[in-house]
């Protein structure tokens, strides 16, 4: 797919308690801020799609409270987390798949979604016109359910603890899945005490800590923090060794071989935490080995964040051999960049005013 014009850009995405942030800051040796730095804050995420209006009006539907917008001449949908919509002539590759159970191909980009009491979400879905998709509770399950709260036992379980898992009855909540335009994986999820917030995504990686450490080195984001039993906080150093055994996959999960939850990689950024989960498609689980592709010209295209001290970000990067997709231009009143971070994910860099 060819470059796109600086003037057109993805989806923008404010995450409330997000699950992929990336922050620049000054970084010292071992990884982590000695000092109380900036850190960045989620601007958006691209989309591409064939018609823009027609997405926009999807995701009003599902989400009532969400308003139309436009940002740097793009369309969008301005809920807890910003969309922009790019249009493009073909249907774009990434799309969820109902024979594969998942996205192909594959990127860094697992879905997007929003915060919620899913036990109450018929009307909207009714109104969008989806289903949730089956959530398989067991590798010998071919029906699965609409949410994770109505599994017959509580939690996630591996293989080896479903046969002794305890019976439980449905219960409020969970997470739940729906597809949404140019097939988009939306996840929902919460229970009665959620706030509602379109605010929501989720990352592969193939070493997910190593990816945290990534962001942290090379973005400015904060590893989350080290607990002791009493409650004490104090710095977490970069994970090493990071490349670190899977483990073992776990139910519910959209596809029959279940989720590999572990290793889980997260970071701090302005807006929250965020999490990377590892490839899914590795060995033979996805009936060959899969690395994941570039998220660019993909349904879900990029993921931008604000930095601080813009210039400086820029030669930091350059100097560690970054690869640059667009270099620095105008960006709706100030300018912006796109790097390639790990596993081929397009990230767009955008100064802050």
């Known amino acids: 797919m060819p470059e796109r014009p600086h003037s057109r850009r993805g989806w923008v995405l404010r995450h409330w308690p997000l699950l992929f942030l990336v922050g620049l800051r000054p970084v010292v040796a071992g990884g982590q801020d000695s000092t109380r730095a900036v850190l960045p804050r989620l601007h958006h995420v691209g989309l591409n799609t064939v018609d823009p209006e027609r997405a926009i009006a999807w995701y009003l539907r599902l989400w009532p409270t969400a308003t139309r917008t436009v940002v740097n001449g793009e369309p969008g949908v301005r809920a807890e987390m910003l969309l922009l919509f790019q ?10 798949s109902d024979s594969d159970h998942r996205s192909v191909p594959q990127s860094a980009f697992w879905h997007i979604g929003a915060f919620t009491n899913t036990s109450a979400t018929g009307p909207r879905l009714q109104a969008a ?91 400015g984001m904060r590893l989350p923090p080290v607990r002791d039993s009493t409650g004490r906080e104090s710095p977490r150093p970069p994970w090493a060794p990071c490349d670190v055994p899977y483990g073992e996959a776990g139910w519910p999960s ?13 970071v701090q950024t302005a807006d929250g935490t965020i999490s990377w989960y590892p490839r899914q498609c590795s060995a033979v689980r996805c009936g060959r080995d899969e690395p994941l592709v570039t998220s660019r010209g993909q349904a879900l295209d990029h993921v931008a964040f604000v930095v601080h001290d813009f210039d400086a970000v820029v030669a930091r990067l350059r100097r560690r051999g970054v690869r640059f997709l667009e270099e620095p231009h105008a960006f709706d009143g100030t300018r912006a960049c796109m790097i390639e971070g790990p596993d081929r994910l397009a990230i767009e860099l955008i100064a802050a005013r």
């Not at 249009?87 to 969820?96: E, F, I, K, L, N």
């Not at 959209?254 to 997260?266: M, N």
């Open 87 to 96: 249009r493009v002539d073909a249907p774009p590759p990434g799309q969820w």
């Open 254 to 266: 959209l596809e029959r071989v279940g989720t590999i939850r572990q290793p889980a990689g997260a």
């Open 129 to 219: 016109g989806v289903r949730p998709l089956p959530l398989f509770t067991a590798p010998s399950d071919t029906v699965g359910v609409s949410r994770s709260g109505l599994t017959p036992y509580a939690g996630t379980l591996t293989a080896a603890q479903l046969p002794g898992a305890t019976p439980a009855p449905p219960r409020e909540g969970g997470f739940s899945y729906v597809v949404a335009p140019d097939g988009v994986l939306f996840e929902l999820t919460g229970g009665p005490g959620t706030r509602d917030a379109l605010a929501h995504v989720h990352f592969f990686h193939e070493q997910p800590l190593c990816a945290a450490n990534w962001y942290v080195e090379h973005l």
